[in-house]
């Protein structure tokens, strides 16, 4: 692996975390990207073999060129870009505001194609490989996550075009698709959600305040068995296809997101919506707001 460069946009977050350990484990020069200079500290003591790192917020998709083109002008060449950020605010459609759905789009999609952008030109020069993170939320909807599925399914659209022109110069683009990860952002995003339902607007509470407590539930329940995926999983399937000769193009990461994925590709959308919406009726009919005092999936940020 000796004179491998890797770039990680996002590194602060747990999957960038993971993602950066286990690059550098596998012999890679890295540079990676934080999201704000609080977090600089903390990535640079967590990841101190790091070559460069740069602070770039993904919400101003316009300002990335620059710190993305000076981290590539540091590792002097550019093998594997691994984009691992991303924003996921929960509210219904009806009340999401339009700003929360345009960052969302930025930070989930836009981001995304600035660093394609920028990156391609040294990409083109190696034959490299972009790896980019997307969920089974690209493929399933869910209830209470508008803007993260509009950015997830936009982003399963652009990878393919990307993977379509980019494979002319021998350049891969790769989506790899987590579930649910066990993250401390993911935590610490579920112990809000109890002070989210306590302050929901009266008509939102009447209308939503059931989904929304459902939905808590399910995050609780899958919390307490255990059954998110460690990020951990995905910088290992990260590594696997920047390693492997000819990578897949999609790989589900998780039981949650090869299932959902699967049943994406073998179900009617009628059967897909049956399917969810049973899982949120599954939740107990006693639950109330009184129940949300662990904690549950609200808005939450991975890396960025």
Same mark, same amino acid.
């Given at each position: ?31 990676? %990207? ?194 998110? %995926? ?37 179900? %009617? ?36």
């Amino acid at each position: 692996m000796t004179g491998l460069t890797a770039l990680v946009i996002g590194g602060n977050g747990g999957m960038g975390l993971s993602v950066t350990r286990a690059l550098l484990t596998s012999g890679y020069k890295v540079g990676a %990207t934080v999201s704000s200079a609080d977090t600089l500290f903390a990535f640079t003591k967590a990841c101190p073999d790091c070559a460069a790192v740069e602070v770039a917020d993904l919400a101003r998709s316009e300002d990335l060129k620059t710190p993305v083109e000076r981290l590539i002008h540091n590792l002097g060449s550019l093998n594997a870009v691994i984009i691992c950020a991303a924003v996921a605010p929960f509210a219904p459609a009806e009340t999401t505001s339009l700003d929360v759905f345009r960052r969302t789009m930025e930070i989930n999609c836009l981001s995304n194609l600035a660093v394609y952008q920028a990156c391609l030109p040294a990409l083109r020069r190696t034959k490299g490989r972009i790896i980019l993170t997307g969920s089974w939320s690209g493929v399933v909807a869910t209830p209470m996550m508008a803007s993260y599925v509009a950015s997830k399914f936009a982003l399963e659209g652009m990878v393919d075009v990307m993977r379509q022109e980019a494979g002319a110069w021998g350049v891969e683009v790769v989506l790899v698709q987590p579930g649910a990860l066990d993250t401390q952002m993911m935590r610490r995003s579920q112990a809000s959600l109890a002070k989210v339902i306590a302050e929901l607007p009266g008509d939102e509470a009447a209308l939503y305040g059931r989904l929304y407590r459902q939905m808590k539930y399910r995050a609780d329940e899958g919390l307490a068995a255990q059954k998110y %995926t460690s990020p951990d999983i995905v910088a290992s399937i990260v590594v696997h296809a920047l390693k492997a000769e000819k990578p897949e193009t999609r790989y589900p990461v998780g039981s949650d997101a090869e299932f959902m994925c699967d049943m994406a590709g073998s179900r %009617t959308d009628r059967e897909i919506d049956a399917f969810i919406l049973d899982m949120y009726r599954t939740a107990p009919p006693e639950i109330d707001e009184q129940s949300a005092d662990a904690g549950a999936m609200a808005p939450s940020e991975e890396g960025s």
